[in-house]
């Protein structure tokens, strides 16, 4: 608003509570706007809705038992939240994973990132309005759950991968279904690019919109494709490589100048990143078995450990602190949907109502991450 | 003098009731009547073909089944919302302006369909052929922003006084660019009635001679009717409904009902503007009307399902800076067109 106008018209921010009811704060997310007219002046991010305290459940629970509240994390990508709840007890434990059962495992993980990708996409078409480039991405994540079905009879809350290695040994048919997939998975992605991508309307409404510096995005912490978004190439299956991430070739896409598109773009790429790592884990599949010798009560010795895995939503952290019984004595999650969330005042303040919402999207934020 | 199909049955029905009563102007009150129970009926009949085909066309393009099990091929699936609609429980928020709020769904039907008293279903088939036929068009249809307006306010609902600030905005900026693509066509008539400008087009189609202006007519037609990607008083994922987010059963089935009167107004006003009215060779001119309206609802639909939405800033300036300079342009290019026409014949 003008200065000549201002002083003729009194103008007032006001408040507007969005959510935790609302069709796209993807689950139940409060933001608390202040609000100028339709320009955003503050954001605030109100969670706890959905806090379920799986901290302090996990300290009453042994390392097994452990296992299923992990799934219930993010809950579309638990295979990567199983993975960093294993990796950090197994070093705390110090057990050795088979190579058979690390190949399955960056298989399982890279799949779901897929998956996770997907559901991104689709929300972020629904949050921009085209409910059609909706249906498509959830269509195709059908297929992944098809295969996670057939894996280990669970289509959400796997828990296939365990304390030691795996559950069980890929079957004929899983290796099939996957094969199957990764070869429709190009056209897949090429059919998103001819809805979405390529969708001038789409670009305006991401272009440069809700923009983060590569120092900002440092300095809230950020990290996964937000950061990578902002052009900092920091990935932890490159930079701290884990579970044989070294054996594969795939590149690490970035952005460069951290707005919607650019977190849109680096999502994008990913995907068809996470298919070559995959179908070079297939071939390259090792023989052996798929689970260590793990004893059957785990009582890791005294210590604590933090073991950091890259999620798709960032760099998922697990810090156990161990004091030689069967139960962990403290632990603690670094979920990064909570930490990314932190960027939601900068990348909605000065900008409109209708870019709050796909501001979040961007952020790909799952509640029952955020909340814990 | 009229040949229509609508005509003749209206003529022998006239007859008959003229013989049978044997006053003419009883038998002229009780046509009236009767062409206004016509003229509601068709839109009823409209809206519930249109909610179906609606679900259906947006299943076909989301690549899955739509409405398939209430009826035949899911056919009676609108009566079925009707009956839920009605009987839901009529809430009303402790906070709103009580009158306003509850008229506001009524106002706002009247606007959509008062203006289909000036449209040419058929050969001779019009209610009444006004002079300034399309001018009361734009003039009516542009009343409805008030209703938007008055229930965004009267909810005392901030996402419906955000959708009703977000309706005035968007009606103005597609107003203007919709009566200055109108205006090229009626330059070339040299009429404002409708039944002249339907009669304009028994040789070629408005849509090959103004091209332009039927582009810019659609997408100001989109606007107009809150339609993706010009949907922000809705706004679905940014502001819950906009203007009918307090609504519920059947004053929401009301707002529905308009909105989709709203989208059969926008396939005939480009029917009749643009593609010739009911004519056409072989079958009927009230078949073709029927065809040509349907193909563009379809249009108008294949639309909304594939686009995402713009934003408020870039709704208004496509608006302001894109579609009313090409306007103005198309009117002086139509306008040196006409002059040279006229000079050379």
Redesign the interface.
């Known amino acids: 608003m003008t200065e000549a106008v201002s002083k003729v018209i009194r103008t007032e921010e ?1 408040q ?1 509570s969005m959510g935790p009811v ?3 704060t993807h689950g139940v997310l409060q933001i608390l706007l202040t609000l100028d ?2 320009r955003v002046v503050k954001a605030v991010p109100c969670m706890g809705y959905l806090h379920r305290g799986i901290e302090k459940l996990m300290e009453s629970r042994n390392y097994f038992q452990c296992m299923p509240y992990t799934d219930r994390l993010d809950y579309v990508s638990a295979m990567n939240n199983d993975f960093a709840y294993c990796r950090a007890v197994e070093k705390l434990a110090q057990l050795e994973v088979p190579e058979r059962a690390q190949y399955i495992r960056v298989i399982m993980a890279e799949l779901n990132r897929i998956a996770s990708h997907m559901i991104f996409i689709g929300s972020l ?9 909706m ?2 991405p959830f ?1 195709d994540r059908e297929c992944i759950l098809d295969i996670f079905n057939e894996l280990c009879g669970a289509r959400m809350t796997y828990s296939y991968i365990r304390i030691g290695g795996v559950k069980s040994d890929l079957s004929v048919k899983v290796i099939d279904m996957i094969n199957v997939f990764l070869k429709n998975l190009s056209a897949m992605i090429d059919e998103y690019n001819d ?2 991508t390529g ?1 001038e ?2 670009q ?2 991401l272009k440069n919109t809700s923009v983060i510096t590569a120092e900002q995005a440092l300095q809230l912490g950020l990290t996964g494709p937000m950061l990578r978004a902002s052009g900092v190439n920091y990935d932890l299956r490159k930079d701290n490589a884990y579970s044989s991430y070294e054996d594969f070739i795939f590149d690490v896409p970035l952005g460069n100048s951290g707005d919607n598109w650019d977190r849109y773009i680096v999502r994008m790429k990913e995907m068809r990143q996470s298919a070559k790592i995959v179908k070079q884990a297939l071939d390259g599949l090792p023989e052996g078995s798929v689970m260590a010798k793990v004893p059957k009560v785990l009582r890791p010795p005294k210590g604590e450990v933090y073991v950091t895995t890259e999620g798709p939503r960032g760099e998922v952290g697990y810090h156990i602190i161990s004091d030689g019984t069967v139960k962990p004595y403290r632990v603690h999650i670094r979920r990064p949907s909570l930490i990314n969330l932190q960027a939601l005042d900068l990348m909605c303040r000065g900008y ?6 796909v501001a979040m999207s961007t952020i790909d934020p799952i509640l029952g991450e955020v909340d814990c | 003098m009229h040949s229509g199909l609508l005509v003749m049955t209206a003529d022998m029905l006239s007859n008959g009731i003229d013989s049978l009563i044997g006053n003419t102007l009883i038998t002229q009150f009780i046509m009236v009547i009767l062409e206004i129970v016509a003229i509601f009926a068709v839109i009823s009949v409209a809206v519930i073909i249109q909610v179906y085909m609606e679900r259906r066309v ?1 299943g076909f ?4 089944l739509g409405p398939n099990r209430v009826g035949p091929f899911g056919i009676l699936q609108t009566v079925a919302d009707m009956i839920k609609l009605m009987s839901k429980e009529d809430i009303i928020p402790a906070k709103a302006e009580r009158v306003l709020w509850g008229i506001t769904p009524m106002l706002l039907f009247i606007p959509a369909a008062l203006v289909y008293a000036v449209f040419p279903f058929d050969d001779g088939a019009i209610f009444t052929d006004l002079n300034i036929g399309i001018f009361f068009v734009l003039a009516v249809m542009s009343q409805s922003v008030l209703m938007f307006l008055i229930g965004g306010f009267a909810s005392e609902n ?2 419906s006084f ?1 959708g009703g ?2 309706a005035v905005a968007q009606m103005l900026s597609s107003e203007i660019p919709m009566a200055f693509s109108i205006m090229a066509v009626v330059m070339v008539t040299g009429s404002l009635k409708m039944s002249t400008i339907v009669a304009a087009q028994s040789g070629t189609w408005f849509v090959f001679i103004q091209p332009l202006a039927f582009i810019i007519f659609i997408i100001s037609m989109t606007m107009e009717t809150n339609r ?2 010009f ?2 008083v809705e ?6 409904a906009g203007p009918f987010t307090e609504y519920s059963g059947m004053r929401w089935a009301l707002f529905f009902l308009a909105e989709y009167t709203n989208l059969l107004t926008a396939a005939v006003l480009t029917t009749t503007l643009f593609l010739g009215g009911w004519q056409g060779p072989v079958l009927p001119g009230i078949v073709w009307f029927i065809i040509k309206v349907f193909l563009m609802i379809f249009v108008f639909m294949w639309i909304r ?10 709704m208004m300036g496509f608006s302001w800076k894109i579609l009313l300079p090409l306007a103005l342009f198309n009117i002086i290019a139509t306008g040196i067109g006409v002059y040279i026409y006229n000079w050379m014949y």
């Open positions: 006001y507007l609302h069709p796209s007219g339709e078409a629904v949050d921009v309005g085209a409910t059609t480039g249906i498509y269509r809805l979405l969708n309307i789409f305006h409404r409109l109502v209708g870019d709050v919402v | 947006c393009i989301q690549d899955r901030k996402y955000i600030m977000r993706t990607p949907d922000l706004g679905e994922s940014e502001i819950i399902w594939t686009f995402p939405r713009t934003r408020i800033d870039q």
